[in-house]
C-alpha cells in the first residue's frame, strides 16, 4: 500500500468506522491526499473516505460524532456536511473522561494488544 508510512518503529493508518444499533460499517481507511505537497492527510482525503463510508448508512436523526482534529472542521469538511444534510456531534479531541469515542478505542487497544 502506497498510503502507509512508518513512524517510531509502526505502521501509521488512519481510519473510521460508523457503528449503531443498527447498522455497522467496514473499517474505512483515510487514504493520503496525493495533492497535497506533504502527501499528508487533509480534508479532501477525509471528505473522500466520508463518500464510501458515511453516505451510503447516513440517516435523519443520527448524527456522526467526530473529534476536533483539523480534518473534521475546517471548513471543505463542514461545507460537505451542510451540502449532504448531515448534522455532526463535535467532542473534543483530548480529555477522555467526556469523549465517549476515547473509551471505546480505549476498550479496542485493549482487546487488540
Known amino acids: ?3 502507509l508510512t512508518v513512524q517510531r518503529g509502526g505502521i501509521k493508518l ?13 473499517l ?3 487514504l493520503r491526499d496525493e495533492e497535497n505537497e ?9 471528505i473522500s473516505s466520508l463518500k464510501d463510508g458515511l453516505l451510503s448508512i447516513q ?3 443520527q448524527p456522526p460524532w467526530q473529534d476536533n482534529a483539523h480534518i473534521h472542521i475546517v471548513n471543505m469538511t463542514e461545507q460537505w456536511h451542510e451540502k449532504h444534510g448531515i448534522w455532526v456531534i463535535n467532542w473534543p479531541p483530548c480529555g477522555s473522561d467526556i469523549n465517549h469515542i476515547e473509551h471505546i ?7 487488540l494488544y
Request: hydrophobic share 40%; no cysteine; glycine share 6%.
Open 59 to 61: 440517516q435523519t436523526g
Open 38 to 46: 506533504n502527501y499528508g492527510y487533509t480534508a479532501r482525503s477525509y
Open 1 to 3: 500500500m502506497d498510503n
Open 14 to 26: 488512519i481510519s473510521w468506522t460508523a457503528i449503531s444499533f443498527e447498522i455497522k460499517t467496514d
Open 105 to 111: 478505542w480505549m476498550i479496542l487497544k485493549h482487546e
Open 28 to 30: 474505512i481507511f483515510i
